[in-house]
């Protein structure tokens, strides 16, 4: 028994090395070679291709060895690319499960292709093992519209400045209403992708904006989207006038859309760290008897359903009142 496990480890030994150095390996002359069938041969090379699956976990790169169907035989494939570790695509999953954007099967499909393509075989079980009881409670939004190919095309609209053309679902009256846009961001926040986008100058919706000439992006939720067109018509936003998506997330709160305003507030709350997380603009003026006294910089109302969410953790600071009491 010794004997042939020392046979099978300097046949794996040798067939690894002519890999490593180029070669190609033919299975009916390295069964010639050894004295073996090619049975045996082709568990060899499943045995180095399992080493280098888990070995590129340690070494950030992937090698594999793929079959050269014109040269006939078994060739090492280097590529030198990072891949994702164990912990990382669990990290992923459990994210992507939790934001819950996506329609049950597309859901089960992206967590199987990932674990497939970034997991090493041996760990695959392991990690789907981890995320499997989630998986199977997973809620599906309630709009279960497929969006991802119109996502697709908003972003290579964004990179080429193309016009789109949407059919858009209102969320206050239902009503279907067209618009013409300059996208210039897709963003994600709480479940729901959107476009964020500069309506067409010349088109009549502006009208109905609370300020008309606000020159804030407008933002739409893609799954409302009941038809989109990239038009062929480009846009031009001089770069002294480029949309800022990192600034400009940082101020958006619950995707409501608005002018630019500052808030001010007492938290009595135990995590300001968790105000701060929340409010990425947000600033700590004051601290006193364990509340703290916190400026932020919003656009639109959204922020006003946040606090009124913290309920009897905030207090609303009024500027005129604050400029009251200093004044007495």
Same mark, same amino acid.
């Given at each position: 028994?010794? /004997?042939?496990?020392?046979? $099978?480890?300097?046949?794996?030994?040798?067939?690894?090395? $002519?890999?490593?150095?180029?070669?190609?390996?033919?299975?009916?002359?390295?069964?010639?070679?050894?004295?073996?069938?090619?049975?045996?041969?082709?568990?060899?090379?499943?045995?180095?291709? %399992?080493?280098?699956?888990?070995?590129?976990?340690?070494?950030?790169?992937? %090698?594999?060895?793929?079959?050269?169907?014109?040269?006939?035989?078994?060739?090492?494939?280097?590529?030198?690319?990072?891949?994702?570790?164990?912990?990382?695509?669990?990290?992923?999953?459990?994210?992507?499960?939790?934001?819950?954007?996506?329609?049950?099967?597309?859901? /089960?499909?992206?967590?199987?292709?990932?674990?497939?393509?970034?997991?090493?075989?041996?760990?695959?079980?392991?990690?789907?093992?981890?995320?499997?009881? /989630?998986? !199977?409670?997973?809620?599906?939004?309630?709009?279960? $519209?497929? !969006?991802?190919?119109?996502?697709?095309?908003?972003?290579? #609209?964004?990179?080429?400045?193309?016009?789109?053309?949407?059919?858009?679902?209102? %969320?206050?009256?239902?009503?279907?209403?067209?618009?013409?846009?300059?996208?210039?961001?897709?963003?994600?926040?709480?479940?729901?992708?959107?476009?964020?986008?500069?309506?067409?100058?010349?088109?009549?919706?502006?009208?109905? !904006?609370?300020?008309?000439?606000?020159?804030?992006?407008?933002?739409?939720?893609?799954?409302?989207?009941?038809?989109?067109?990239?038009?062929?018509?480009?846009?031009?936003?001089?770069?002294?006038?480029?949309?800022?998506?990192?600034?400009?997330? $940082?101020?958006?709160?619950?995707?409501?859309?608005?002018?630019?305003?500052?808030?001010? !507030?007492?938290?009595?709350?135990?995590?300001?760290? #968790?105000?701060?997380?929340?409010?990425?603009?947000?600033?700590?003026?004051?601290?006193?008897?364990?509340?703290?006294?916190?400026?932020?910089?919003?656009?639109?109302?959204?922020?006003?359903?946040?606090?009124?969410?913290?309920?009897?953790?905030?207090?609303?600071?009024?500027?005129?009142? /604050?400029?009251?009491?200093?004044?007495?």
């Amino acid at each position: 028994m010794d /004997e042939e496990k020392n046979d $099978k480890v300097g046949r794996v030994l040798g067939i690894y090395t $002519k890999l490593m150095n180029g070669y190609l390996v033919n299975k009916a002359e390295e069964a010639q070679t050894y004295g073996v069938n090619e049975r045996s041969i082709q568990r060899d090379i499943d045995d180095i291709r %399992n080493y280098l699956d888990i070995d590129s976990m340690n070494t950030g790169y992937q %090698n594999s060895v793929i079959y050269d169907h014109i040269k006939k035989g078994y060739r090492l494939e280097q590529i030198y690319k990072m891949r994702l570790s164990n912990s990382e695509i669990l990290a992923i999953c459990k994210i992507l499960l939790e934001s819950r954007p996506f329609t049950k099967a597309e859901m /089960e499909s992206m967590l199987e292709r990932l674990i497939e393509c970034c997991v090493p075989k041996a760990n695959r079980k392991l990690v789907a093992g981890l995320i499997k009881n /989630e998986e !199977f409670h997973y809620i599906e939004p309630q709009h279960k $519209k497929t !969006f991802i190919d119109d996502m697709w095309n908003i972003g290579q #609209a964004i990179q080429s400045s193309q016009y789109i053309q949407i059919e858009y679902q209102r %969320n206050k009256d239902k009503a279907i209403v067209k618009r013409k846009l300059k996208p210039v961001a897709i963003m994600f926040s709480e479940y729901y992708f959107y476009v964020t986008a500069f309506i067409d100058e010349k088109d009549e919706a502006r009208k109905d !904006f609370d300020v008309i000439n606000d020159y804030f992006p407008t933002i739409y939720r893609i799954d409302r989207i009941q038809k989109l067109q990239v038009l062929d018509e480009r846009f031009h936003i001089p770069y002294s006038s480029r949309f800022e998506e990192g600034e400009f997330r $940082k101020r958006i709160q619950f995707m409501y859309g608005g002018k630019l305003q500052r808030t001010k !507030f007492w938290y009595k709350g135990q995590s300001i760290e #968790a105000v701060v997380d929340r409010l990425p603009t947000a600033i700590v003026i004051e601290e006193k008897d364990g509340c703290y006294l916190v400026s932020a910089e919003t656009f639109g109302k959204g922020i006003d359903m946040w606090l009124r969410s913290q309920g009897d953790l905030v207090e609303i600071v009024n500027e005129q009142n /604050e400029e009251d009491n200093r004044i007495g």
